[in-house]
């Protein structure tokens, strides 16, 4: 659980910088960047979360890329229709209707869709059954 947790809070960090230069370094319409950053966001956490929080060491396999990717294309359908709610139409700051629409649909769909979808077999495990599962210092991002 913490591996996930730490690998969403990298994915997150790249998902907002990217938000952050596209809307106002590259003066992106907020929607749009919402999309592009929270898909990039994705494929980050893909990663992270099958190399590292998952040790997924299985090659890529075309059905677990593409399940993913219909989680994270949804993921980012449900963030930018989100942030354009909050922030285009009720005037929300987009910093702060991405942090409400980040942690709503994680909780509501992008989570049970990954555990369920995506990475079955590392969910199925029992919390703490392995004790691998801790975060250690000389534990690395390595992508073996």
């Given amino acids: 659980m ?11 960090s790249i998902d907002v910088g990217a938000l952050v230069v596209l809307v106002e370094v590259l003066g992106s319409h907020v929607t749009l ?8 966001g994705g494929v980050t956490n893909f990663l992270v979360n099958k190399y590292w929080a998952f040790r997924d060491r299985s090659p890529f396999e075309l059905r677990q890329v593409s399940l993913y990717a219909f989680v994270s294309l949804i993921t980012a359908a449900f963030v930018a229709a989100t942030i354009h709610l909050l922030a285009v139409v009720m005037l929300v700051p987009y910093l ?23 990475f079955p077999s590392a969910g199925a495990r ?12 000389d534990d690395s991002l390595a992508l073996e």
């Fill in 2 to 12: 913490v591996r996930v947790g730490v690998s969403g809070l990298i994915a997150t």
């Fill in 33 to 40: 960047a919402a999309f592009l950053a929270s898909t990039l």
């Fill in 96 to 118: 702060w209707a991405k942090a409400i629409a980040a942690g709503l649909v994680f909780v509501v769909w992008t989570y049970p869709a990954q555990s369920k979808l995506v």
């Fill in 126 to 137: 029992e919390p703490g059954a392995d004790p691998a599962d801790s975060l250690s210092l």
